[in-house]
């Protein structure tokens, strides 16, 4: 079974620039989260989705992140303007529903760094 | 704000010894806990859950859960130096925030040979 897959892998921009990444979620997992992981710490949950909708987005920067996953497979997570403390991995994760004993699985998760 | 914390580490052990890390969490309505480990510049990658009191063993990894203390463990027997990396204690949210996993800093756990 293929895993989650993400892209880039890593991603070097100056801030108030833009950037968006890429997952592809475990085929037949209907529910589809966005982490960020700053260094030294554990993941935050940024957005989540069940199917194509958004079930929690309460910890979204709003005013600069964007998410979506319009046809209920992949989703793209947007950065726009991008800022210093931005810098982190930002992990996709999925799992079969979203219920709470649903194991999540991870992506390689995309390495960002703002200069 | 529901919390997890993790024994800060890092953790230190001989090759054959057995590891113990340890995790409590704030929110008493959690229903399902796991156990991930995570390689340095990896994602993590899921090794355990347990959803009742009591112990779990898959292998050399043992999960422990005390809901009445909210508190999980994992018992890493016999380590090896392959099982060198942090290991990230998530807890679900309970009520209205069912789903969402709430993560520990993590524990760096080194076997030396």
């Known amino acids: 079974e293929a895993g989650v897959a993400q892209s880039p892998r890593y991603k070097i921009i100056e801030k108030r620039q833009s950037v968006a990444f890429w997952c592809n979620p475990i085929s037949g997992h209907a529910t589809l989260y966005w982490y960020q992981q700053i260094l030294g710490q554990g993941p935050k949950l940024l957005i989540q989705f069940q199917n194509n909708g958004v079930v929690d987005d309460s910890q979204l920067p709003k005013d600069r992140f964007s998410a979506e996953r319009l046809k209920g497979v992949d989703s793209t997570l947007k950065i726009q303007p991008a800022k210093l403390e931005d810098s982190a991995v930002y992990l996709c994760a999925s799992s079969f529903g979203g219920q709470n004993n649903q194991p999540q699985h991870f992506g390689d998760g995309t390495r960002l760094s703002i200069l | 704000q529901k919390e997890v914390e993790q024994n800060s580490g890092p953790l230190s052990v001989p090759e054959g010894a057995i590891a113990s890390l340890n995790c409590t969490y704030s929110?008493?309505?959690?229903?399902?806990f796991f156990w991930y480990r995570q390689y340095s510049g990896k994602s993590p990658e899921l090794i355990m859950s347990?959803?009742?009191?009591g112990d779990k063993e898959d292998g050399r990894f043992t999960a422990q859960l005390n809901k009445a203390s909210q508190y999980v463990s994992l018992l890493i027997r016999d380590s090896q130096p392959s099982d060198s990396a942090t290991y990230l204690c998530?807890?679900?949210?309970?009520?209205?925030?069912?789903?969402?996993?709430?993560f520990g800093r993590g524990t760096q756990l080194t076997v030396w040979p």
């Open positions: 998530a807890v679900n949210g309970g009520g209205s925030t069912l789903g969402r996993l709430y």
């Open positions: 929110d008493r309505g959690s229903q399902s």
């Open positions: 347990i959803y009742s009191n």
